[in-house]
């Protein structure tokens, strides 16, 4: 994978849910500005996606086995935009708290796809 837009995606969607983890704490649902933040890090997602599909595409092969990595390519671009969706199902603090679950889920997910990738995992 591509070790920046990795930690590019990490840091943004841990900003996303220290933003919205915020809104949570301060008794807020999201608001327009949190999801143009959820555009964003799908964005990036999604072209971590396309890199993935890429790169497999190209013959390069994970370390650890395509079908978990294309798993976890799958999930981390789809994290943000299910929990976007249902933080507008609960309009309150919950759904800012969801969105922040989601930003989490998929800064972790991003490493693990850089340990599947690389070898360096469990």
Same mark, same amino acid.
């Given at each position: @994978?591509? =070790?920046?837009?990795? /930690?590019?995606?990490g840091v943004t969607a841990l900003t996303l849910a220290a933003w919205c983890g915020f809104a949570a704490y301060r008794d807020q649902p999201t608001k327009d500005w949190h999801f143009i933040g959820m555009a964003v890090v799908t964005v990036l997602g999604l072209a971590q996606l396309v890199v993935g599909i890429v790169r497999l595409a190209r013959g390069e092969e994970p370390d650890q *086995?395509?079908? /978990? %990595? $294309? #798993?976890? !390519?799958?999930?981390?671009? !789809? #994290?943000?935009? /299910? *929990?976007? %969706?249902m933080s507008l199902a609960e309009r309150t603090r919950w759904g800012s708290a969801t969105v922040a679950a989601a930003? $989490?889920? @998929?800064?972790?997910?991003? $490493?693990?796809? %850089? =340990? /599947?990738w690389e070898g360096t995992g469990g």
């Open positions: @994978m591509i =070790d920046a837009l990795t /930690i590019v995606i *086995g395509t079908a /978990i %990595f $294309v #798993a976890y !390519l799958l999930g981390s671009a !789809l #994290a943000v935009p /299910i *929990g976007a %969706f930003a $989490v889920v @998929m800064a972790v997910l991003e $490493v693990r796809l %850089f =340990d /599947i």
